[in-house]
């Protein structure tokens, strides 16, 4: 009898690791109607800086090594077409991340992309912003623009 509860009790706890690890899912992308109505901000400027490091995953917290790819990118503002507090001409910081590390591998969200270079020219959609830095909408807050459009 006791080895049918242990098994039951076992059966049960993978059951709710299953259905919560199939609970989560990447995040689709905002169309651009949306990424405007929602955004506080919409910053176009060029990326002077792109640094990133690994840090322990703030957006996966199941059991396992989750480590996320954080990128600070400093833009040179050209234009704000929504939102205050921010001018042309100004150096702002964007965070962004990806996932780095996930063991055991786990389907949820897979960050920001596209991720710039230095040099480009992009528009960022912000969903927050933390201090200093603006936090773009996930995963299509950051479009890489034509450099030719904004000098």
């Known amino acids: 009898m006791r080895a ?5 009790a076992v059966a049960t706890i993978v059951g709710l690791i299953v259905t919560e690890a199939s609970s989560l899912a990447a995040v689709a992308p905002l169309s ?16 002077l ?5 690994i840090e322990k995953s703030k957006v996966e917290r199941a059991f396992g090594l989750h480590r996320d790819r954080i ?9 704000v077409s929504k939102g205050k507090g921010v001018k042309q001409g100004e150096k702002v910081v964007v965070t962004a991340w990806r996932p780095a590390t996930r063991i055991p591998p786990m389907p949820g969200p897979q ?4 991720i710039p270079e230095k040099g480009q020219v ?5 969903a927050s912003r933390k201090a200093a830095s603006f ?10 623009d034509d450099p030719n459009l904004v000098r």
């Not at 049918?4 to 039951?8: K, T």
């Not at 960050?111 to 596209?114: K, M, T």
């Not at 992009?122 to 912000?126: E, Q, R, S, Y």
């Open 32 to 47: 651009p109607a949306n990424l405007r109505k929602e955004a506080t901000h919409i910053i176009t400027g060029r990326v």
């Open 71 to 79: 990128f600070s990118i400093t833009l040179q503002v050209a234009a």
């Open 122 to 126: 992009v528009t960022v959609h912000v």
């Open 49 to 53: 800086e792109v640094k990133s490091s």
């Open 111 to 114: 960050g920001h992309f596209p």
């Open 4 to 8: 049918i509860l242990n098994h039951i």
């Open 135 to 144: 936090v773009p909408f996930m995963p299509n807050g950051i479009r890489i």
